[in-house]
Protein backbone atom coordinates (compact mmCIF):
# COMPACT_ATOMS: atom_id res chain seq x y z
CA UNK A 1 0.00 0.00 0.00
CA UNK A 2 2.98 2.45 0.82
CA UNK A 3 4.67 1.63 -2.47
CA UNK A 4 1.32 2.03 -4.50
CA UNK A 5 0.81 5.85 -2.43
CA UNK A 6 4.95 6.67 -3.18
CA UNK A 7 4.53 5.67 -6.83
CA UNK A 8 1.28 7.83 -7.44
CA UNK A 9 3.36 10.69 -5.70
CA UNK A 10 6.18 10.36 -7.75
CA UNK A 11 3.55 10.36 -10.69
CA UNK A 12 2.22 13.80 -9.44
CA UNK A 13 5.85 15.41 -8.97
CA UNK A 14 6.56 13.90 -12.60
CA UNK A 15 3.74 15.73 -13.70
CA UNK A 16 4.30 18.72 -11.42
CA UNK A 17 7.76 18.83 -12.88
CA UNK A 18 6.57 18.87 -16.90
CA UNK A 19 3.78 21.71 -16.53
CA UNK A 20 5.64 23.75 -13.96
CA UNK A 21 7.76 25.71 -17.22
CA UNK A 22 4.40 26.39 -18.82
CA UNK A 23 2.73 27.60 -15.51
CA UNK A 24 5.54 30.18 -15.00
CA UNK A 25 5.22 31.37 -18.50
CA UNK A 26 1.56 31.44 -18.11
CA UNK A 27 1.98 33.48 -15.16
CA UNK A 28 4.63 35.99 -16.56
CA UNK A 29 1.98 36.65 -19.65
CA UNK A 30 -0.52 37.36 -17.23
CA UNK A 31 1.36 39.77 -15.19
CA UNK A 32 2.52 41.54 -18.66
CA UNK A 33 -1.36 42.16 -19.28
CA UNK A 34 -2.19 43.60 -16.44
CA UNK A 35 0.83 45.93 -16.37
CA UNK A 36 -0.56 47.23 -20.33
CA UNK A 37 -3.86 47.19 -18.62
CA UNK A 38 -2.67 49.76 -15.63
CA UNK A 39 -1.28 51.61 -18.19
CA UNK A 40 -3.68 52.04 -20.40
CA UNK A 41 -5.96 53.22 -17.02
CA UNK A 42 -3.36 55.34 -16.19
CA UNK A 43 -4.39 58.37 -17.41
CA UNK A 44 -8.25 57.27 -16.87
CA UNK A 45 -10.23 58.68 -13.63
CA UNK A 46 -12.37 56.60 -11.85
CA UNK A 47 -15.31 56.95 -12.96
CA UNK A 48 -14.23 56.80 -16.33
CA UNK A 49 -12.80 52.80 -15.94
CA UNK A 50 -16.48 52.00 -14.16
CA UNK A 51 -18.15 53.76 -17.12
CA UNK A 52 -16.09 51.82 -19.77
CA UNK A 53 -16.03 48.48 -17.27
CA UNK A 54 -20.30 48.82 -17.83
CA UNK A 55 -20.01 49.51 -21.17
CA UNK A 56 -18.16 46.31 -22.19
CA UNK A 57 -20.10 44.26 -19.94
CA UNK A 58 -23.05 45.05 -21.34
CA UNK A 59 -21.68 44.75 -24.93
CA UNK A 60 -20.84 41.12 -23.79
CA UNK A 61 -24.04 40.18 -22.58
CA UNK A 62 -25.54 41.70 -25.95
CA UNK A 63 -22.91 40.23 -28.31
CA UNK A 64 -23.86 36.87 -26.30
CA UNK A 65 -27.96 37.23 -26.79
CA UNK A 66 -27.27 38.08 -30.78
CA UNK A 67 -24.88 34.64 -31.10
CA UNK A 68 -26.90 32.71 -29.10
CA UNK A 69 -30.75 33.55 -29.33
CA UNK A 70 -33.29 31.06 -27.84
CA UNK A 71 -34.49 29.90 -31.69
CA UNK A 72 -30.98 29.30 -32.70
CA UNK A 73 -28.39 31.70 -34.93
CA UNK A 74 -29.37 30.41 -38.23
CA UNK A 75 -33.39 31.17 -37.53
CA UNK A 76 -32.43 34.43 -35.58
CA UNK A 77 -30.36 35.69 -38.65
CA UNK A 78 -33.31 34.89 -41.15
CA UNK A 79 -36.06 36.52 -39.00
CA UNK A 80 -33.69 40.00 -38.47
CA UNK A 81 -33.51 39.70 -42.67
CA UNK A 82 -36.94 39.26 -43.40
CA UNK A 83 -37.47 42.45 -40.79
CA UNK A 84 -35.38 44.01 -42.64
CA UNK A 85 -36.54 43.21 -46.14
CA UNK A 86 -40.22 43.56 -45.07
CA UNK A 87 -39.72 47.30 -44.32
CA UNK A 88 -38.26 47.89 -48.11
CA UNK A 89 -41.35 49.89 -49.75
CA UNK A 90 -42.48 47.57 -52.51
CA UNK A 91 -42.21 44.26 -50.84
CA UNK A 92 -44.08 46.32 -47.47
CA UNK A 93 -46.69 47.01 -50.60
CA UNK A 94 -46.28 43.57 -51.54
CA UNK A 95 -46.57 41.86 -48.63
CA UNK A 96 -50.03 44.06 -47.39
CA UNK A 97 -51.82 43.18 -51.52
CA UNK A 98 -51.24 39.49 -50.89
CA UNK A 99 -52.17 40.11 -46.60
CA UNK A 100 -55.47 41.60 -48.27
CA UNK A 101 -55.96 38.82 -51.06
CA UNK A 102 -55.55 36.52 -47.84
CA UNK A 103 -58.40 38.49 -46.22
CA UNK A 104 -61.04 38.10 -48.92
CA UNK A 105 -60.64 35.15 -49.35
CA UNK A 106 -60.72 33.75 -45.45
CA UNK A 107 -63.71 36.49 -45.24
CA UNK A 108 -65.62 34.81 -48.30
CA UNK A 109 -65.45 31.59 -47.41
CA UNK A 110 -66.95 32.13 -43.39
CA UNK A 111 -69.87 33.89 -45.44
CA UNK A 112 -70.16 31.05 -47.76
CA UNK A 113 -72.27 29.50 -44.61
CA UNK A 114 -74.51 32.62 -43.93
CA UNK A 115 -75.62 33.61 -47.65
CA UNK A 116 -79.37 34.17 -47.51
CA UNK A 117 -79.06 34.89 -43.47
CA UNK A 118 -79.11 38.09 -42.22
CA UNK A 119 -77.24 39.15 -39.16
CA UNK A 120 -78.79 40.92 -36.19
CA UNK A 121 -76.84 43.82 -35.68
CA UNK A 122 -79.06 46.04 -33.46
CA UNK A 123 -81.18 44.58 -30.68
CA UNK A 124 -84.25 44.49 -31.38
CA UNK A 125 -87.38 46.44 -30.07
CA UNK A 126 -90.17 44.52 -29.21
CA UNK A 127 -89.57 40.93 -27.23
CA UNK A 128 -89.81 37.98 -29.58
CA UNK A 129 -91.41 35.18 -28.90
CA UNK A 130 -90.49 31.73 -27.38
CA UNK A 131 -91.37 30.54 -30.60
CA UNK A 132 -89.57 32.58 -33.41
CA UNK A 133 -86.53 32.48 -30.93
CA UNK A 134 -86.53 28.37 -30.88
CA UNK A 135 -87.06 28.47 -34.75
CA UNK A 136 -84.22 30.54 -35.19
CA UNK A 137 -81.87 28.77 -33.10
CA UNK A 138 -82.93 25.57 -34.72
CA UNK A 139 -81.83 27.73 -38.33
CA UNK A 140 -78.48 28.63 -36.77
CA UNK A 141 -77.60 25.24 -35.73
CA UNK A 142 -78.28 24.00 -38.97
CA UNK A 143 -75.54 25.98 -40.42
CA UNK A 144 -72.71 25.25 -42.25
CA UNK A 145 -71.59 22.17 -44.04
CA UNK A 146 -69.79 19.78 -42.08
CA UNK A 147 -71.86 16.95 -39.85
CA UNK A 148 -70.45 15.83 -37.06
CA UNK A 149 -72.78 13.29 -36.76
CA UNK A 150 -71.83 11.06 -38.82
CA UNK A 151 -68.03 10.42 -37.68
CA UNK A 152 -65.79 12.55 -39.92
CA UNK A 153 -64.75 15.10 -37.82
CA UNK A 154 -61.55 14.87 -35.75
CA UNK A 155 -62.21 15.70 -31.87
CA UNK A 156 -64.40 18.19 -31.28
CA UNK A 157 -67.77 16.56 -30.37
CA UNK A 158 -66.53 12.85 -28.00
CA UNK A 159 -70.16 11.69 -27.67
CA UNK A 160 -73.12 13.02 -28.54
CA UNK A 161 -75.85 10.73 -27.45
CA UNK A 162 -79.39 11.98 -27.18
CA UNK A 163 -79.89 10.11 -24.03
CA UNK A 164 -76.91 11.88 -22.55
CA UNK A 165 -77.69 15.09 -23.95
CA UNK A 166 -81.11 14.67 -22.42
CA UNK A 167 -79.95 14.02 -19.57
CA UNK A 168 -77.50 17.21 -19.02
CA UNK A 169 -79.86 19.17 -21.13
CA UNK A 170 -82.43 18.56 -18.00
CA UNK A 171 -79.55 19.32 -15.20
CA UNK A 172 -78.61 22.42 -16.71
CA UNK A 173 -81.90 23.71 -16.81
CA UNK A 174 -82.70 22.55 -13.18
CA UNK A 175 -79.40 24.49 -12.29
CA UNK A 176 -79.19 27.62 -14.93
CA UNK A 177 -79.02 30.23 -11.70
CA UNK A 178 -76.76 28.95 -9.62
CA UNK A 179 -73.19 30.10 -9.28
CA UNK A 180 -70.85 28.64 -7.11
CA UNK A 181 -69.39 32.29 -6.23
CA UNK A 182 -72.01 31.73 -3.85
CA UNK A 183 -71.69 28.34 -1.92
CA UNK A 184 -74.27 29.99 0.80
CA UNK A 185 -77.27 30.52 -1.58
CA UNK A 186 -76.22 27.24 -3.65
CA UNK A 187 -75.08 25.03 -1.52
CA UNK A 188 -75.84 21.73 -3.56
CA UNK A 189 -73.69 23.24 -6.33
CA UNK A 190 -70.57 23.26 -3.90
CA UNK A 191 -71.84 20.10 -2.85
CA UNK A 192 -71.70 18.90 -6.78
CA UNK A 193 -68.36 20.11 -7.36
CA UNK A 194 -66.43 18.75 -4.11
CA UNK A 195 -67.75 15.37 -5.15
CA UNK A 196 -66.68 15.62 -9.09
CA UNK A 197 -62.94 16.68 -7.39
CA UNK A 198 -62.95 13.89 -4.82
CA UNK A 199 -64.30 11.20 -7.63
CA UNK A 200 -61.78 12.43 -10.24
CA UNK A 201 -58.50 13.11 -7.79
CA UNK A 202 -59.59 9.53 -6.54
CA UNK A 203 -59.56 8.16 -10.11
CA UNK A 204 -56.23 9.35 -10.63
CA UNK A 205 -54.95 7.61 -7.26
CA UNK A 206 -54.42 11.09 -5.39
CA UNK A 207 -54.95 9.87 -2.06
CA UNK A 208 -56.38 11.56 0.71
CA UNK A 209 -54.33 14.74 0.36
CA UNK A 210 -54.95 15.12 -3.20
CA UNK A 211 -57.45 18.55 -3.83
CA UNK A 212 -58.49 20.62 -6.65
CA UNK A 213 -61.28 22.82 -8.84
CA UNK A 214 -63.50 22.44 -11.61
CA UNK A 215 -62.58 25.17 -14.38
CA UNK A 216 -63.96 26.07 -17.65
CA UNK A 217 -61.49 23.94 -19.87
CA UNK A 218 -58.10 22.86 -20.15
CA UNK A 219 -56.52 26.26 -21.14
CA UNK A 220 -58.00 27.29 -17.68
CA UNK A 221 -56.53 23.97 -15.81
CA UNK A 222 -53.03 24.89 -17.20
CA UNK A 223 -53.15 28.77 -16.57
CA UNK A 224 -54.03 27.51 -13.19
CA UNK A 225 -51.83 25.18 -12.41
CA UNK A 226 -49.26 27.82 -13.88
CA UNK A 227 -50.11 30.65 -11.56
CA UNK A 228 -50.01 28.30 -8.87
CA UNK A 229 -46.42 27.51 -8.80
CA UNK A 230 -44.93 30.40 -10.03
CA UNK A 231 -46.26 31.85 -6.62
CA UNK A 232 -45.64 29.00 -4.96
CA UNK A 233 -41.93 30.14 -6.49
CA UNK A 234 -42.16 33.45 -5.33
CA UNK A 235 -42.99 33.15 -1.80
CA UNK A 236 -42.14 29.35 -0.75
CA UNK A 237 -38.72 29.21 -3.07
CA UNK A 238 -37.52 32.45 -3.12
CA UNK A 239 -37.50 32.18 -7.07
CA UNK A 240 -37.50 36.29 -8.48
CA UNK A 241 -38.14 35.19 -11.58
CA UNK A 242 -40.02 31.99 -12.42
CA UNK A 243 -39.40 29.84 -15.55
CA UNK A 244 -40.70 26.73 -16.76
CA UNK A 245 -39.70 23.71 -19.21
CA UNK A 246 -42.01 22.21 -21.19
CA UNK A 247 -41.97 20.11 -23.85
CA UNK A 248 -41.99 21.63 -27.55
CA UNK A 249 -45.27 19.39 -28.28
CA UNK A 250 -47.20 20.69 -24.86
CA UNK A 251 -50.31 22.39 -25.73
CA UNK A 252 -50.30 25.78 -26.32
CA UNK A 253 -52.10 26.92 -23.51
CA UNK A 254 -48.55 26.97 -21.57
CA UNK A 255 -47.39 29.11 -23.90
CA UNK A 256 -50.66 31.70 -23.68
CA UNK A 257 -49.62 31.18 -19.33
CA UNK A 258 -46.47 32.19 -19.82
CA UNK A 259 -47.50 35.44 -21.91
CA UNK A 260 -50.01 36.45 -18.77
CA UNK A 261 -48.23 35.40 -15.95
CA UNK A 262 -44.71 36.35 -17.09
CA UNK A 263 -43.18 33.16 -16.65
CA UNK A 264 -40.34 32.90 -19.10
CA UNK A 265 -40.82 29.45 -21.14
CA UNK A 266 -38.27 26.86 -22.28
CA UNK A 267 -39.05 24.48 -24.80
CA UNK A 268 -37.53 20.70 -25.13
CA UNK A 269 -36.87 19.29 -27.70
CA UNK A 270 -38.63 15.55 -28.60
CA UNK A 271 -37.27 12.34 -30.16
CA UNK A 272 -37.74 12.95 -33.72
CA UNK A 273 -38.54 9.25 -34.19
CA UNK A 274 -40.51 8.55 -31.10
CA UNK A 275 -42.05 12.29 -30.64
CA UNK A 276 -41.83 12.00 -26.71
CA UNK A 277 -39.55 14.79 -25.01
CA UNK A 278 -36.13 14.49 -24.94
CA UNK A 279 -34.91 13.88 -20.95
CA UNK A 280 -31.64 14.99 -21.45
CA UNK A 281 -32.20 18.25 -23.15
CA UNK A 282 -35.50 18.92 -20.47
CA UNK A 283 -32.30 18.45 -17.86
CA UNK A 284 -30.19 20.85 -19.43
CA UNK A 285 -32.50 23.69 -19.38
CA UNK A 286 -33.46 23.22 -15.56
CA UNK A 287 -32.28 25.92 -13.52
CA UNK A 288 -32.41 27.94 -10.36
CA UNK A 289 -34.94 29.45 -11.29
CA UNK A 290 -37.47 26.73 -12.65
CA UNK A 291 -40.89 26.74 -10.73
CA UNK A 292 -42.01 23.62 -13.04
CA UNK A 293 -41.54 20.81 -15.14
CA UNK A 294 -43.96 19.82 -17.93
CA UNK A 295 -45.25 16.05 -19.48
CA UNK A 296 -48.36 15.43 -22.00
CA UNK A 297 -49.90 12.63 -21.23
CA UNK A 298 -50.80 12.24 -24.12
CA UNK A 299 -49.78 15.21 -26.23
CA UNK A 300 -51.98 16.66 -28.69
CA UNK A 301 -49.99 16.98 -32.00
CA UNK A 302 -49.28 13.12 -32.27
CA UNK A 303 -51.00 11.43 -29.33
CA UNK A 304 -47.42 10.06 -27.92
CA UNK A 305 -47.22 10.07 -24.07
CA UNK A 306 -44.31 11.98 -22.63
CA UNK A 307 -41.89 9.61 -20.70
CA UNK A 308 -44.24 10.86 -17.12
CA UNK A 309 -41.85 8.71 -14.81
CA UNK A 310 -38.98 10.20 -16.02
CA UNK A 311 -39.77 13.44 -15.58
CA UNK A 312 -40.66 13.03 -12.40
CA UNK A 313 -37.42 11.44 -11.77
CA UNK A 314 -36.04 15.09 -12.81
CA UNK A 315 -38.82 16.93 -10.52
CA UNK A 316 -37.88 14.51 -7.56
CA UNK A 317 -34.30 15.66 -8.17
CA UNK A 318 -34.31 18.88 -8.51
CA UNK A 319 -37.33 19.62 -5.79
CA UNK A 320 -39.43 21.13 -8.97
CA UNK A 321 -42.98 20.40 -9.13
CA UNK A 322 -44.39 18.76 -11.86
CA UNK A 323 -47.73 18.88 -14.03
CA UNK A 324 -49.04 16.18 -16.35
CA UNK A 325 -51.17 17.58 -18.64
CA UNK A 326 -53.70 14.99 -19.50
CA UNK A 327 -56.21 17.11 -20.86
CA UNK A 328 -57.35 15.35 -23.83
CA UNK A 329 -56.55 11.89 -22.61
CA UNK A 330 -57.85 12.02 -19.09
CA UNK A 331 -60.44 10.24 -18.70
CA UNK A 332 -59.07 7.51 -21.02
CA UNK A 333 -56.56 6.92 -19.12
CA UNK A 334 -58.27 5.86 -15.66
CA UNK A 335 -59.66 3.00 -17.39
CA UNK A 336 -57.23 1.70 -19.97
CA UNK A 337 -55.91 -0.83 -17.62
CA UNK A 338 -59.29 -1.90 -16.58
CA UNK A 339 -60.23 -1.99 -20.68
CA UNK A 340 -57.08 -4.00 -21.14
CA UNK A 341 -54.44 -1.77 -22.31
CA UNK A 342 -51.33 -1.52 -20.39
CA UNK A 343 -49.38 1.86 -20.69
CA UNK A 344 -46.75 3.79 -18.55
CA UNK A 345 -48.09 5.30 -14.96
CA UNK A 346 -48.85 8.74 -15.70
CA UNK A 347 -50.67 9.93 -12.42
CA UNK A 348 -50.12 10.60 -8.90
CA UNK A 349 -48.36 7.09 -8.29
CA UNK A 350 -45.79 8.68 -10.15
CA UNK A 351 -42.88 10.11 -7.59
CA UNK A 352 -42.12 13.56 -8.59
CA UNK A 353 -46.13 14.61 -10.45
CA UNK A 354 -47.68 17.06 -8.46
CA UNK A 355 -50.53 17.74 -10.25
CA UNK A 356 -52.57 17.04 -13.51
CA UNK A 357 -55.03 18.70 -15.75
CA UNK A 358 -57.99 16.66 -17.18
CA UNK A 359 -61.29 17.35 -19.35
CA UNK A 360 -64.01 16.32 -18.65
CA UNK A 361 -65.58 17.81 -21.76
CA UNK A 362 -63.09 15.17 -23.77
CA UNK A 363 -63.65 11.78 -22.99
CA UNK A 364 -65.56 12.48 -19.47
CA UNK A 365 -68.39 13.16 -22.18
CA UNK A 366 -69.36 16.42 -20.07
CA UNK A 367 -71.09 19.40 -21.81
CA UNK A 368 -68.35 21.68 -22.97
CA UNK A 369 -66.62 24.28 -20.53
CA UNK A 370 -65.42 21.73 -17.66
CA UNK A 371 -62.16 20.92 -16.92
CA UNK A 372 -60.51 19.81 -13.66
CA UNK A 373 -57.14 20.91 -11.91
CA UNK A 374 -55.59 18.34 -8.88
CA UNK A 375 -53.09 18.93 -7.05
CA UNK A 376 -51.40 16.09 -4.71
CA UNK A 377 -51.29 18.45 -1.41
CA UNK A 378 -52.93 21.95 -0.74
CA UNK A 379 -49.79 23.45 -0.47
CA UNK A 380 -50.20 23.56 -4.05
CA UNK A 381 -53.86 24.27 -4.39
CA UNK A 382 -53.86 27.22 -2.29
CA UNK A 383 -51.42 29.27 -4.16
CA UNK A 384 -53.99 29.02 -7.28
CA UNK A 385 -56.55 30.80 -5.22
CA UNK A 386 -56.89 34.58 -5.32
CA UNK A 387 -57.97 36.10 -2.11
CA UNK A 388 -58.05 40.03 -1.97
CA UNK A 389 -58.22 41.09 1.62
CA UNK A 390 -58.63 45.17 1.08
CA UNK A 391 -61.18 45.19 -1.58
CA UNK A 392 -63.77 47.58 -0.03
CA UNK A 393 -66.85 44.95 -1.18
CA UNK A 394 -65.71 42.96 1.60
CA UNK A 395 -62.81 39.79 1.51
CA UNK A 396 -63.13 38.38 -2.21
CA UNK A 397 -61.75 35.00 -3.01
CA UNK A 398 -62.18 32.96 -5.86
CA UNK A 399 -60.78 28.96 -6.75
CA UNK A 400 -60.11 29.76 -10.35
CA UNK A 401 -59.53 32.50 -12.81
CA UNK A 402 -63.32 33.68 -12.74
CA UNK A 403 -65.38 35.09 -10.12
CA UNK A 404 -68.89 33.59 -10.40
CA UNK A 405 -69.32 30.69 -12.54
CA UNK A 406 -71.93 28.70 -14.29
CA UNK A 407 -73.48 26.18 -11.80
CA UNK A 408 -75.20 24.66 -14.45
CA UNK A 409 -72.12 23.31 -16.08
CA UNK A 410 -70.91 21.96 -12.84
CA UNK A 411 -73.97 20.23 -12.19
CA UNK A 412 -73.86 18.62 -16.18
CA UNK A 413 -70.35 17.64 -15.26
CA UNK A 414 -71.59 16.00 -12.39
CA UNK A 415 -74.53 14.15 -14.05
CA UNK A 416 -72.36 13.36 -16.31
CA UNK A 417 -69.79 11.41 -14.13
CA UNK A 418 -72.70 9.49 -12.89
CA UNK A 419 -74.19 8.18 -15.81
CA UNK A 420 -71.27 6.47 -17.30
CA UNK A 421 -69.63 5.07 -14.15
CA UNK A 422 -66.32 3.59 -13.82
CA UNK A 423 -68.36 0.27 -16.15
CA UNK A 424 -69.18 3.05 -18.48
CA UNK A 425 -66.14 4.81 -19.00
CA UNK A 426 -64.21 1.15 -19.53
CA UNK A 427 -66.50 0.12 -21.87
CA UNK A 428 -66.30 3.64 -23.84
CA UNK A 429 -62.66 3.45 -23.85
CA UNK A 430 -62.06 -0.06 -24.98
CA UNK A 431 -63.98 0.65 -28.04
CA UNK A 432 -61.62 4.38 -28.41
CA UNK A 433 -58.41 2.50 -27.93
CA UNK A 434 -59.46 -0.11 -30.16
CA UNK A 435 -60.83 1.96 -32.81
CA UNK A 436 -57.51 3.69 -32.77
CA UNK A 437 -55.27 1.02 -32.62
CA UNK A 438 -57.00 -0.41 -35.99
CA UNK A 439 -56.68 2.99 -37.82
CA UNK A 440 -52.79 2.87 -36.63
CA UNK A 441 -52.00 -0.51 -37.92
CA UNK A 442 -53.71 -0.39 -41.18
CA UNK A 443 -52.39 3.11 -41.78
CA UNK A 444 -48.95 1.90 -41.60
CA UNK A 445 -49.79 -0.51 -44.32
CA UNK A 446 -50.30 2.45 -46.89
CA UNK A 447 -47.13 3.52 -49.09
CA UNK A 448 -46.28 6.78 -49.12
CA UNK A 449 -47.64 7.64 -45.24
CA UNK A 450 -46.50 6.77 -42.35
CA UNK A 451 -47.56 6.92 -38.22
CA UNK A 452 -45.69 9.66 -36.47
CA UNK A 453 -44.35 7.64 -32.76
CA UNK A 454 -46.20 5.32 -31.25
CA UNK A 455 -49.95 6.33 -29.78
CA UNK A 456 -51.02 4.64 -27.67
CA UNK A 457 -54.16 6.76 -26.94
CA UNK A 458 -56.69 7.82 -29.52
CA UNK A 459 -54.62 10.32 -31.56
CA UNK A 460 -53.31 9.00 -34.49
CA UNK A 461 -50.91 11.15 -36.48
CA UNK A 462 -49.60 10.66 -39.98
CA UNK A 463 -46.69 12.24 -42.17
CA UNK A 464 -44.75 11.62 -45.56
CA UNK A 465 -41.44 11.26 -46.90
CA UNK A 466 -42.59 11.02 -50.45
CA UNK A 467 -45.27 14.08 -51.06
CA UNK A 468 -46.48 17.34 -49.42
CA UNK A 469 -48.78 15.56 -46.56
CA UNK A 470 -50.89 18.50 -47.12
CA UNK A 471 -51.95 17.40 -50.22
CA UNK A 472 -53.19 14.32 -48.80
CA UNK A 473 -55.53 16.23 -45.64
CA UNK A 474 -56.91 18.33 -48.59
CA UNK A 475 -58.16 15.83 -50.72
CA UNK A 476 -59.71 13.97 -47.60
CA UNK A 477 -61.16 17.47 -46.59
CA UNK A 478 -62.92 17.33 -50.13
CA UNK A 479 -64.42 13.84 -49.20
CA UNK A 480 -66.04 15.53 -46.24
CA UNK A 481 -63.03 14.84 -43.36
CA UNK A 482 -62.19 17.58 -41.06
CA UNK A 483 -58.96 16.71 -39.58
CA UNK A 484 -56.54 18.67 -37.44
CA UNK A 485 -53.61 19.93 -39.57
CA UNK A 486 -49.96 19.74 -37.70
CA UNK A 487 -46.54 21.80 -38.33
CA UNK A 488 -42.68 21.48 -37.60
CA UNK A 489 -42.85 18.77 -38.53
CA UNK A 490 -45.77 18.75 -41.33
CA UNK A 491 -48.27 16.21 -40.80
CA UNK A 492 -52.13 15.82 -39.59
CA UNK A 493 -53.63 13.97 -37.38
CA UNK A 494 -57.32 11.97 -36.73
CA UNK A 495 -58.51 12.41 -33.05
CA UNK A 496 -61.39 9.02 -32.58
CA UNK A 497 -64.06 9.46 -30.56
CA UNK A 498 -67.56 7.72 -29.73
CA UNK A 499 -68.49 8.59 -33.17
CA UNK A 500 -65.73 7.24 -34.80
CA UNK A 501 -66.65 3.69 -33.48
CA UNK A 502 -69.75 3.94 -35.68
CA UNK A 503 -69.89 0.84 -37.72
CA UNK A 504 -67.61 1.36 -40.97
CA UNK A 505 -66.64 4.86 -40.08
CA UNK A 506 -62.95 4.07 -39.26
CA UNK A 507 -62.96 1.28 -42.36
CA UNK A 508 -64.19 4.36 -44.20
CA UNK A 509 -61.03 6.81 -43.40
CA UNK A 510 -58.50 3.88 -44.49
CA UNK A 511 -60.23 3.17 -47.73
CA UNK A 512 -60.42 6.93 -48.40
CA UNK A 513 -56.58 8.05 -47.15
CA UNK A 514 -55.61 5.17 -49.20
CA UNK A 515 -57.27 5.73 -52.56
CA UNK A 516 -56.27 9.61 -52.02
CA UNK A 517 -52.93 8.57 -51.63
CA UNK A 518 -52.13 6.08 -54.59
CA UNK A 519 -53.94 9.36 -57.04
CA UNK A 520 -50.99 11.51 -55.13
CA UNK A 521 -48.44 9.14 -55.47
CA UNK A 522 -48.95 8.79 -59.25
CA UNK A 523 -47.30 12.42 -59.11
CA UNK A 524 -45.85 13.10 -55.67
CA UNK A 525 -43.65 15.84 -56.58
CA UNK A 526 -46.47 17.95 -57.87
CA UNK A 527 -47.11 21.51 -56.49
CA UNK A 528 -49.72 22.09 -53.61
CA UNK A 529 -52.56 24.29 -53.68
CA UNK A 530 -55.17 25.95 -51.86
CA UNK A 531 -54.74 25.21 -48.01
CA UNK A 532 -52.12 22.69 -48.23
CA UNK A 533 -49.50 25.72 -50.57
CA UNK A 534 -51.02 28.18 -46.99
CA UNK A 535 -49.76 25.67 -44.96
CA UNK A 536 -46.44 25.27 -46.93
CA UNK A 537 -46.10 29.01 -47.18
CA UNK A 538 -46.66 29.99 -43.52
CA UNK A 539 -43.73 27.08 -42.54
CA UNK A 540 -41.78 28.53 -44.30
CA UNK A 541 -41.48 31.97 -43.24
CA UNK A 542 -39.20 32.54 -40.76
CA UNK A 543 -41.05 36.20 -39.47
CA UNK A 544 -43.61 34.39 -37.38
CA UNK A 545 -45.22 37.80 -36.39
CA UNK A 546 -46.96 37.84 -40.17
CA UNK A 547 -47.96 34.09 -39.82
CA UNK A 548 -50.07 35.81 -36.74
CA UNK A 549 -51.03 39.03 -38.84
CA UNK A 550 -52.53 36.24 -41.18
CA UNK A 551 -54.15 34.52 -37.75
CA UNK A 552 -55.68 37.77 -36.46
CA UNK A 553 -57.29 37.71 -40.18
CA UNK A 554 -58.55 34.54 -39.58
CA UNK A 555 -60.38 35.76 -35.94
CA UNK A 556 -61.38 39.28 -37.45
CA UNK A 557 -63.49 37.22 -39.76
CA UNK A 558 -65.28 34.84 -37.49
CA UNK A 559 -66.48 38.02 -35.68
CA UNK A 560 -67.44 39.19 -39.37
CA UNK A 561 -71.29 40.24 -39.56
CA UNK A 562 -71.28 40.90 -43.00
CA UNK A 563 -72.45 38.26 -45.65
CA UNK A 564 -71.95 37.74 -48.90
CA UNK A 565 -75.18 39.31 -50.22
CA UNK A 566 -74.84 42.51 -48.12
CA UNK A 567 -77.52 42.61 -46.30
CA UNK A 568 -78.44 43.55 -43.06
CA UNK A 569 -81.11 42.82 -40.83
CA UNK A 570 -82.18 44.39 -37.44
Known amino acids: MVREESKTWNSYSNVWKDLEPYITVSIEKLEQICQLVNAACATLEPWQIILISVFLTLSAVYMWKLLHPKEGLLRHLKMKLFKFVRCIPSVKKRIATELCKIEQEVSEELKLVYENAD ?61 PLHPDIFPGIRKMEAEVVRMSCNLFN ?81 NKNTCMLVGSAPQFPHGVLDPIE ?105 ASLLFFGKE ?66 KGFHICVTMLHTQNGVAQQFVDDVWQCTEVIMQDPKA ?23 IGWIFLDACYSTEVTNDKISS
Open 119 to 179: FLLDLTEKSWSVDKIIELTKKYTELGNVSWKNGKVSGAVYYGDEQLTSLVTKVYGMTTWSN
Open 527 to 549: AATGTAALYGMSQSIPDRSLVSE
Open 206 to 286: GGPDACGTVTSGGTESILLACKAYRDYAVEVRGIVSPEMVVPLTAHAAFEKASHIMRIKIHFAPVDPTTMQVNIKAMRKLI
Open 424 to 489: GYTSKTKQIISTARFLTERLQEIPGIFVYGKPLMSVVAIGSKEFNIYRLSSALTKKGWNLNILQFP
Open 310 to 414: DIGKLGTKYNIPVHVDACLGGFLLPFMERAGYQIPLCDFRVPGVTSISADTHKYGYAPKGSSLVMYCHKRYLHYQFSVQTDWPGGIYASPNLGGSRAGGLIAACW
